[in-house]
T-cell receptor, first 113, second 112 residues
Framework: QQQVKQSPQSLIVQKGGISIINCAYENTAFDYFPWYQQFPGKGPALLIAIRPDVSEKKEGRFTISFNKSAKQFSLHIMDSQPGDSATYFCAATPGAGSYQLTFGKGTKLSVIP | DADVTQTPRNRITKTGKRIMLECSQTKGHDRMYWYRQDPGLGLRLIYYSFDVKDINKGEISDGYSVSRQAQAKFSLSLESAIPNQTALYFC???????????FGSGTRLTVV
């Protein structure tokens, strides 16, 4: 049973556009939702994370929107740049220090000039 | 030097061979993990360890074993490699309360 569903699988966005990646979860015990960014040949790196007590968190061009009632969260990348081209994973865990980090299947983002 | 170092970076091995993937970290984190990444399947947890004396199975532990030799070292073994174990393997570390995992750069394993 997949606990975190991520869409789309791949995304092509023009430079300067907005990239949107969506995730939905089922386990109501999840209370920490990080996003990871992975470049080819590298391991995933923590990009931004949110707790369910807030509906939005912004760090630079990256924003997480969180809808607790719908059990959905999304990553928005504003003014997308070619350097943002990477694979993005959403994840969820019952607690920021929990071992049980469940990942979505990933979205490959390509930002074209 | 990288915080989490995995060796080797690439490995081709034959079916039935035993192989060990190694991970060492300088983060000082107690918790270490092994994940497997396959295209379209995301990252799946193989084993995790909270300290030297604590080893736990993850989602897909069959066919794998691990050893936590020290706080900083966590190795993954394939006792008898099979082709469907061809994948990208990642080691990660974390500390309680900080939320983020630190991943190594991965080992690309091909079993022929």
């Amino acid at each position: 049973q997949q606990q975190v569903k991520q869409s789309p699988q791949s995304l092509i966005v023009q430079k300067g556009g907005i990239s949107i990646i969506n995730c939905a979860y089922e386990n109501t015990a999840f209370d920490y939702f990080p996003w990871y960014q992975q470049f080819p040949g590298k391991g995933p790196a923590l990009l931004i994370a949110i707790r369910p007590d807030v509906s939005e968190k912004k760090e630079g061009r990256f924003t997480i929107s969180f809808n607790k009632s719908a059990k959905q969260f999304s990553l928005h990348i504003m003014d997308s740049q070619p350097g943002d081209s990477a694979t993005y994973f959403c994840a969820a865990t019952p607690g920021a220090g929990s071992y049980q980090l469940t990942f979505g299947k990933g979205t490959k983002l390509s930002v074209i000039p | 030097d990288a915080d989490v170092t995995q060796t080797p970076r690439n490995r081709i091995t034959k079916t039935g061979k035993r192989i060990m993937l190694e991970c060492s970290q300088t983060k000082g984190h107690d918790r270490m993990y092994w994940y497997r990444q396959d295209p379209g399947l995301g990252l799946r947890l193989i084993y995790y360890s909270f300290d030297v004396k604590d080893i736990n199975k993850g989602e897909i532990s069959d066919g794998y074993s691990v050893s936590r030799q020290a706080q900083a070292k966590f190795s993954l073994s394939l006792e008898s490699a099979i082709p469907n174990q061809t994948a990208l393997y990642f080691c990660a570390t974390s500390a309680p309360g900080l939320g983020g995992y630190t991943f190594g750069s991965g080992t690309r394993l091909t079993v022929v």
